[in-house]
């Protein structure tokens, strides 16, 4: 069946620090990507997405882009802030669907 | 606009009391409806999901149920809680064949 593995965390970084989490899927065809946000104490969010293959979202300094080849979709940024600690979900659906596959969550750590 | 609503955000119950949350989605029609609970620390584990009025799919045997009264409005019960049901429980929706999902704040659910 279908899954979405991330990276384990917590991961730590300094204010300013360049931040990559690696997300890797098992789908068959052509799904949708997506990387969610969960602020401590709230909901998800949705961060950003792509729906074929070499998309790039991106969304308030964060880009990922699907690569089909290596079934990835990395969520990366140049620059983090404090306000960026939270947790990253990557996650994954089919056109059509109405279930979304979520990977299990990374924490991020923004130090000042 | 879409807002979703879900109350209470807090509630501490004790074990063997019956348990009643609700979700209402306002500024759409005909929405997929989704339950999640999400352990301390962990990822995100669907329950249940409803694609119209009295539909609702299950996806784990517990002691939990869901109902569709209404179109936009969602409710997951108990009618005995048990230790383990502690956990933050979100609601979410999504366009009928379409993702992102859009979430709630969430209840925290704790059982003592």
């Known amino acids: 069946g279908d899954s979405v593995t991330q990276m384990e965390g917590p991961v730590t970084l300094s204010e300013e620090a360049f931040l990559t989490i690696n997300c890797t899927y098992t789908?068959?065809?052509?799904?949708?990507l997506f990387w969610y946000v969960q602020y401590p104490g709230e909901g998800l969010q949705l961060l950003l997405k792509?729906?074929?293959?070499?998309d790039k979202g991106s969304n308030k300094g964060f880009e990922a882009t699907y690569r089909k080849e290596t079934t990835s979709f990395h969520l990366e940024k140049g620059s983090v802030q404090v306000s960026d600690s939270a947790v990253y979900f990557c996650?994954?659906?089919?056109?059509?669907?109405?279930?979304?596959?979520f990977g299990a969550g990374t924490r991020l750590f923004v130090k000042a | 606009s879409q807002t979703i609503h879900q109350w209470p955000a807090t509630l501490v119950q004790p074990v063997g009391s019956p348990l009643s949350l609700e979700c209402t989605v306002e500024?759409?029609?005909?929405?997929?409806l989704y339950w999640y609970r999400q352990a301390a620390g962990r990822g995100l584990q669907l329950l249940f999901y409803s694609v119209g009025i009295g539909q609702i799919s299950s996806e784990v045997p517990q002691n939990l149920s869901a109902s569709r009264p209404q179109d936009r409005q969602f409710i997951l019960s108990s009618k005995k809680l048990l230790l383990s049901d502690s956990g933050f429980y979100l609601c979410?929706?999504?366009?009928?064949?379409?993702?992102?999902?859009?979430f709630g704040d969430g209840t925290r659910l704790s059982i003592l």
């Open positions: 979410a929706w999504s366009v009928q064949g379409s993702q992102p999902q859009h």
């Open positions: 500024g759409t029609s005909n929405p997929n």
């Open positions: 789908a068959t065809g052509y799904p949708s």
């Open positions: 792509a729906t074929k293959a070499d």
């Open positions: 996650a994954l659906t089919h056109t059509g669907g109405f279930k979304t596959i």
